[in-house]
């Protein structure tokens, strides 16, 4: 059975920064894609970081790019998202994800944590 | 960046009932969208990948259909637990983005 565990979230001031972790098990952690996708209370959903099963490249939207960085270790099933400069429009429910494909196909996310609170407030 | 609307905000229903719900892409996806649920307080589920393939453990009664830039989920008869948000997302080009939602309420 597939679990995904996040870690690290909380309350952080603006301009800095903060580490979210999962730990993935109950598959083959190192043949599958794996996301980040955030969740403002009450709106829509933005996958902000994805990495691929190898760690060989990875890919942010526009409103992340340059201050989020995602990262995996194969070894310890788990991967992370170090997010610097963080701004008040950051505050959300950051979930990890596993993809549905496996090695270079990816994009459809079936598998999902439970989600951590990331609030960035003065 | 793909942008994705869904139709309509909210549909209002009555278990039993068969349920439309849609999405439309700015630009071809061709079949690579999916389809995910999400109930208040939990993350979102994956329902149907690709367009058309449930995912595992999904039950028959939700479909999908559609290509290029049009497409439609349906629930063909509404169980009481249906009732929730649902989203869509394309995969076909970076970044991977979500339709803004159509809440299912009860009638």
């Known amino acids: 059975q597939v679990h995904l565990v996040e870690s690290g979230g909380g309350v952080v001031q603006p301009g800095t920064s903060l580490r979210l972790s999962c730990v993935a098990s109950g598959f083959t952690f190192s043949n599958y894609a794996v996301h980040w996708v955030r969740q403002p209370p009450g709106k829509g959903l933005e996958c902000v970081a994805v990495?691929?099963?190898?760690?060989?490249?990875?890919h942010y939207p526009d409103s992340v790019k340059g201050r989020f960085t995602i990262s995996r270790d194969n070894s310890k099933n788990t991967f992370y998202l170090q997010m610097d400069s963080l701004r008040s429009e950051d505050t959300a429910i950051y979930y990890c994800?596993?993809?549905?494909?496996?090695?270079?196909?990816?994009?459809?996310?079936?598998?999902w944590g439970q989600g951590t609170l990331v609030t960035v407030s003065s | 960046e793909i942008v994705l609307t869904q139709s309509p905000a909210t549909l209002s229903l009555s278990p039993g009932e068969r349920a439309t719900l849609s999405c439309r892409a700015s630009q071809s996806v061709s079949s690579y969208l999916a389809w995910y649920q999400q109930k208040p307080g939990q993350a979102p589920r994956l329902l149907i990948y690709d367009a058309s393939n449930r995912a595992t453990g999904i039950p028959a009664r939700f479909s999908g259909s559609g290509s290029g830039t049009d497409f439609t989920l349906t629930i063909s008869s509404l169980d009481p637990d249906d009732f929730a948000l649902y989203y869509c997302?394309?995969?076909?080009?970076?970044?991977?983005?979500f339709g803004q939602g159509t809440r299912l309420e009860i009638k």
């Open positions: 990495i691929s099963f190898d760690g060989s490249y990875d």
């Open positions: 994800a596993k993809d549905h494909f496996q090695r270079d196909n990816w994009g459809s996310l079936d598998s």
């Open positions: 997302q394309q995969r076909s080009d970076w970044p991977i983005t």
